[in-house]
């Protein structure tokens, strides 16, 4: 990819579909799974300023089950469309 991010994993129809990694030029990091371009299944998120959530993903955004850790830190519980709510 021309703009610093970059991808390696499965690809089908032309996008991201299966496994695969990819990674942001400001250093954030998704590993986990992909549907038709989307994260969808599990994966796990390295956010830049240092937290990291593993757990289920819907439409790109985290959902069900889930843990966030940063540092020593750890949070676990339920998302829906990308918010903690529980």
Excluded: P
Aim: charged share 25%; proline share 0%.
């Amino acid at each position: 990819m021309t703009n610093g991010n970059s991808y390696e994993g499965e690809w089908q129809l032309g996008v991201m579909h299966g496994r695969g990694v990819f990674k942001w030029k400001n250093g954030e990091k998704y590993e986990g799974e992909y549907q038709l371009g989307i994260r969808q299944g599990i994966g796990k998120y390295w956010f830049a300023g240092g937290a990291v959530y593993e757990g289920g993903w819907v439409g790109g955004v985290q959902e069900g089950e889930g843990v966030v850790k940063e540092g020593f830190d750890e949070v676990r519980g339920r998302w829906v469309g990308g918010e903690k709510v529980d």
